[in-house]
């Protein structure tokens, strides 16, 4: 007679711990992103916000945000909003800054929005590809730093974009040949005037050694098409020389009979 309460029972607590582990879930501390660029180019102009949401879960109550970016012309702006509203907005000008934060304000999200320009390549690499950093955030408390988000992205000029391409299609058109010493060797001449600044002799370069490549890919299309060629006249003389012996077999036997 009692199992049926306590049944219901059991479910009502698995519900509750259930919800409770949910709430949980939704409300731990988390940061997103919009507009982080994969690729841009020097001098251009870059707008990033990011989204702290519950910043004081599973976190101590008063900490310190710390950014930095190797962005130009920076402009920094900290939101603290509760459910959606503005609670207070701080301002930097600068590549890095700190701002303190406190659960007392009742804060739930902090939304900090990133405005500069991407900064100039100081040393040019075919690979690793040259990146510089969007930004970087830091949860700091006391002697504790906690790097939470770091984004960064390619930049490029027109002429080290043009020769990356170059130097990309030189590399497709010899793994398209299935390799090729002469061409390659090409393509590795090119990735080093490629890393010394050098793009005009670089795309040059690349353009010879994609041209080589394909070359390389119509002579053994070539070779082969003459040998599939070759190779069905032997087989029609094969063909054509059982046939004649078979004919000649056929006449021979016809004359014996007679």
């Keep these: 007679m009692n199992s049926i309460p306590c ?4 479910v009502a607590l698995l519900c509750l711990v259930g919800l409770v582990a949910f709430a949980g879930t939704a409300s731990a501390f988390s940061v997103s992103a919009e507009n982080v660029p994969a690729e841009s ?7 990033v916000t990011y989204t702290i949401d519950a910043p004081f879960t599973d976190v101590p ?6 950014g930095e970016t190797e962005l130009e012309n920076v402009g920094w ?5 509760r459910a959606g509203n503005q609670i207070s907005q701080e301002s930097y000008g600068a590549q890095s ?11 739930d999200q902090v939304r900090v929005t ?8 100081e040393n040019y690499t075919y690979e690793p590809q040259e990146n510089y950093t969007v930004a970087t955030l830091t949860r700091v408390s006391g002697s504790n730093e906690n790097e939470f988000r770091t984004d960064s992205a390619h930049h490029y ?11 990309d299609a030189a590399g497709t058109a010899i793994d398209g040949a299935g390799g090729n010493s002469e061409a390659e060797n090409l393509r590795q001449n090119a990735i080093s005037a490629y890393d010394n600044g050098n793009f005009e002799n670089a795309i040059d370069l690349a353009n010879q050694a994609q041209n080589s490549a394909q070359q390389a890919q119509q002579s053994a299309q070539t070779t082969q098409t ?7 006249v032997v087989l029609l003389l094969l063909l054509g020389g059982g046939g004649f012996y078979l004919y000649s077999q056929s006449q021979e036997d016809d004359y014996s009979k007679l």
């Design 157 to 167: 000029t027109e002429d080290s974009q043009q020769a990356r391409q170059a130097i």
């Design 41 to 47: 180019a020097v001098g251009s102009e870059v707008s």
């Design 226 to 232: 003459l040998l599939y060629a070759a190779g069905a």
């Design 114 to 121: 990133l405005e500069g320009t991407v900064p100039a390549v």
């Design 7 to 10: 049944s219901r029972s059991t």
């Design 77 to 81: 702006t900290v939101t603290v909003l």
């Design 61 to 66: 109550n008063e900490w310190t945000l710390a």
């Design 97 to 107: 800054f700190e701002q303190d934060l406190d659960i007392d304000n009742n804060g």
